[in-house]
DNA sequence: TATTGTTATACTCTATAACTATA
DNA sequence: TATAGTTATAGAGTATAACAATA
């Protein structure tokens, strides 16, 4: 069974063989930096999922909605609800689109457009301060090591 | 707003001020790696919490459930029913501690070990698949630095 | 026939509070 | 009083199948 890693960064007790496998520590630090996330936009409803739409929206207007999904990784069933959501509280607009009238074109509302300006200053404020002592350089080869994992989905 | 990338790697839309965002790729990319993870163990019946279950009571054996918990970041109240599982299929023996009268004394049961054995070799397969393209000190240099973020955990 | 969005549904993960039994 | 495990419950994320309207 190979090398067996005692302790590691562990404080209390061993994680075993997970310390050899990317996709345990991947797990973990994405939630750390998740719930960061979370802290960062307390009180604003949004959640991680809707920063992201109104990200890609915000990039692309007049997207559909199945775009979006696919961009971000979200079913269409699963949408739905998360598109009705940013329209019921004014920060999406979504309107029948000219070339294709079963879908949907969406934008950013000007409230849209306030709190997405807010959500990413926080949030760049809070992975800043997280991310403190990781060198520029070490952050820009973070993300490109993730970005090659990310391009292997399927 | 600063810059806003177009398109990075994406190939239908722009990601927007996302691709800035390291708390994004983290979510991504581990969404790749849980997904292959999946289809590696995929008949065993085992998911990846009672995967890092398994190698937790396997580096520590006679360890109790909040203990396991704790390694893991998993609450006390989530932790009842997946160790509930895997004693009910006989991967876990489970035995009040003799130290202490109110906690359980959790090891792999030898159908554990064989299914651990299992899963971490086919995990491993599916990783060095993966992340083929990564050199060995790009991974490396990967689970160093996700490392130090989990340490920022709070 | 294929695609866009929808509904219904189910499973997993996560979070909180209140309880018991032991310490 | 504090800790180990439990129960109940609720919210959020994710997955599948089947449907209507449109292409």
New binding site residues.
């Given amino acids: 069974m190979a090398s067996v890693p005692t302790a590691s960064t562990s404080d209390e007790v061993a994680i075993g063989n997970l310390d050899g496998l990317v996709g345990y520590h991947l797990r973990r630090a994405s939630?750390v930096v998740g719930?960061d996330f979370s802290r960062a936009l307390d009180g604003t409803g949004i959640?991680?999922?809707?920063f992201n739409i109104l990200s890609i929206v915000n990039a692309n207007p007049g997207i559909?909605?199945?775009?979006v999904?696919r961009a971000l990784?979200?079913?269409?069933?699963?949408?739905?609800?998360?598109?009705?959501e940013l329209v019921d509280r004014d920060l999406l607009d979504r309107k029948t689109?000219a070339?294709?009238?079963?879908?949907?074109s969406l934008t950013l509302a000007p409230g849209g457009e306030a709190m997405f300006k807010d959500c990413l200053s926080r949030t760049r404020a809070h992975e800043d301060q997280l991310l403190s002592d990781l060198g520029p350089g070490e952050r820009t080869a973070l993300i490109e090591l993730l970005s090659r994992i990310k391009a292997k989905e399927r």
Same sequence: chains 1, 2.
Avoid: P, T, W
């Fill in positions: 939630a719930n959640r991680q999922v809707l559909n909605q199945g775009a999904g990784g979200i079913q269409r069933a699963n949408m739905v609800s998360l598109i009705n689109a070339e294709d009238r079963r879908a949907f």
